[in-house]
């Protein structure tokens, strides 16, 4: 594989991290709906009584924050990922043009 091969494949990287970054927000943003299970508490207390409704309310904030923390994490991890690359085709074409140039 050429150094050229290798860096095209590289910012095809770059640019397949930058569509996940999207689609991270996305998730991101429709994430608090799933508080709306929250909503049920009433109606499970009335069925089910105090307890299960306590129990549904727990479940419910665990999966939220569960869920939030992982997509940002994913997220920032995305984001290191795509910045070492970045870092890496800039000095890899740095030395390549270093390479190409007469020397005096």
Do not use: C, H
Not at 11 to 28: F, K, M, Q, S
Not at 36 to 49: D, E, I, N, S, T
């Amino acid at each position: 594989m050429s150094e050229d091969e290798r860096i095209q494949k590289y910012e095809v990287e770059i640019a397949r991290l930058d569509v996940l970054d999207g689609e991270l927000d996305e998730l991101l943003r429709k994430a608090p709906k799933y508080l709306y299970v929250g909503l049920l508490a009433p109606v499970v207390w009335y069925f089910k009584g105090l307890g299960w409704a306590f129990v549904e309310l727990m479940v419910t904030a665990a999966l939220f924050g569960t869920q939030t923390y992982l997509l940002r994490m994913r997220k920032s991890e995305n984001r290191w990922n795509r910045a070492q690359l970045v870092q890496d085709v800039s000095r890899r074409r740095a030395e390549l043009a270093a390479e190409s140039r007469p020397q005096p």
